[in-house]
């Protein structure tokens, strides 16, 4: 059985200005990821590396300008018909901003029992509001007759986030792409908000891609899932999330994970030398550097580093993009064992 959603070598370039100031930005280059079936991938990465645009290009908003995006083995810009509703159908998204999400005129019933007249999945509004009411208990907004006859201005950040995450499933998808569904919540909701994300994917075996900049709530939504790490535009790592937190293979991932607060004296002592980049600052999207585009950044920076892009090759169980991978893995098992 071919993945639920693939992405192969897709790639999206967007244009800025026009005429003499006209430029080109590659938003994503030879992407690779296979999605199946129940599975929860977070996908991580600073403001601009292409996390969001990955997520668009998944659900259809975005058409990729190189590559392909395949909906069960099958280009999605290729679907016609039935097989094009079955995808529309299939792979839904949470936005980031709720509010925006909903619209300010009707009340919530109106907003999610539209998509359900009009895919027949329900016959009349009286089976709507059943059907509704189950899922908003589903999502823990009770009682849910209150919830349905609110606008979007009467309810919490966090109950419009439910909104959405009920609204996603009323069309019973196989997959949700969450794009930041937490970080505009308060910090005690996200916790509920995650636990009721993996509490929906065991219920109704569907499938998350978890987009974040917040390697907490990664780790938490993706325990026994995998993890991406994106910057500028590209993969740079991907492995099984535990063993990718455990041993970052990628220089920028290590400097992301020691970056974060850490309460565990354990880990806080393994990743307490942080690493000392050599700029702080992000690359220009408009010029980028050659070779490794982490490189102007990289404390391991050798001559090949700016010469050549590495590519993703297998290493640790995973992937990763980087040239001197195996030695800085090798050093740092030396460095545990005191050698």
Not at 136 to 151: H, M, R
Not at 162 to 184: G, N
């Amino acid at each position: 059985m071919p993945p639920l959603i693939e992405l192969k070598d897709a790639g999206i370039r967007f244009t800025s200005g026009a005429g003499r100031k006209k430029n080109t930005i590659q938003a994503l280059t030879g992407v690779n990821l296979a999605i199946d079936k129940g599975e929860i991938i977070a996908v991580v990465g600073e403001s601009g590396c292409g996390k969001t645009t990955m997520g668009k290009l998944i659900v259809g908003i975005h058409k990729p300008t190189e590559g392909q995006v395949l909906y069960k083995g099958r280009d999605i810009w290729t679907l016609k018909g039935k097989d094009y509703h079955e995808y529309r159908m299939g792979v839904q998204m949470v936005h980031q901003d709720s509010y925006a999400a909903l619209n300010p005129n009707k009340t919530i019933f109106q907003s999610l029992s539209l998509p359900l007249l009009q895919h027949n999945i329900v016959k009349n509004e009286a089976e709507a509001f059943e059907y509704l009411s189950g899922l908003l208990v589903d999502v823990g907004l009770t009682p849910p007759a209150i919830f349905l006859e609110k606008y979007p201005h009467q309810l919490s950040g966090g109950q419009r986030q439910r909104l959405l995450l009920a609204r996603a499933l009323s069309v019973r998808p196989e997959l949700i792409v969450a794009d930041e569904p937490v970080s505009m919540v308060d910090v005690s909701m996200r916790i509920s908000l995650l636990s009721l994300m993996a509490r929906m994917k065991e219920k109704y075996n569907v499938s998350f891609l978890y987009i974040t900049h917040d390697l907490g709530t990664a780790r938490y939504i993706a325990a026994s899932g995998r993890i991406v790490v994106m910057y500028l535009g590209r993969m740079i790592e991907w492995n099984s999330i535990q063993k990718a937190i455990d041993c970052p293979m990628h220089p920028y991932f290590h400097a992301l994970i020691s970056a974060v607060p850490e309460a565990d004296p354990k880990r806080r002592t393994e990743f307490a030398r942080q690493l000392p980049l050599r700029s702080l600052d992000l690359p220009n999207l408009l010029n980028l550097p050659s070779g490794c585009k982490f490189h102007p950044r990289c404390p391991y920076y050798e001559e090949i580093c700016a010469r050549e892009e590495p590519k993703l090759h297998p290493l640790n169980g995973g992937y990763v993009a980087c040239h001197r991978a195996e030695e800085i893995l090798a050093q740092r098992e030396k460095e545990k064992s005191g050698i």
